[in-house]
């Protein structure tokens, strides 16, 4: 698996490419981990962004509607 940070490389073909949904997990495996793959749509890959997104503006949205965020911030010495 190649991340964000490979090398240049090119000319040899592509036989699968991970779902963008899934790049943080797979972005926090140790090194020699299992991993399983398995075929998937297009449709259920854009979905599956779809989803996160979602997921993530709903997280967003109630850390920033938390006032107790806010006081932390201030205890920190923000």
Do not use: C
Not at 20 to 38: E, H, K, M, S, T
Request: proline share 5%.
């Amino acid at each position: 698996m190649l991340l964000a940070d490979h090398q240049t490389i090119g000319g040899y073909p592509v036989i699968a490419v991970i779902i963008r949904a899934d790049w943080p997990r797979i972005g926090q495996l140790a090194p020699g981990a299992n991993v399983n793959f398995q075929p998937v749509s297009q449709e259920a890959a854009r979905k599956a962004g779809l989803d996160q997104q979602d997921a993530l503006g709903r997280i967003a949205r109630e850390i920033s509607e938390d006032q107790s965020w806010d006081g932390a911030w201030l205890d920190a010495g923000g």
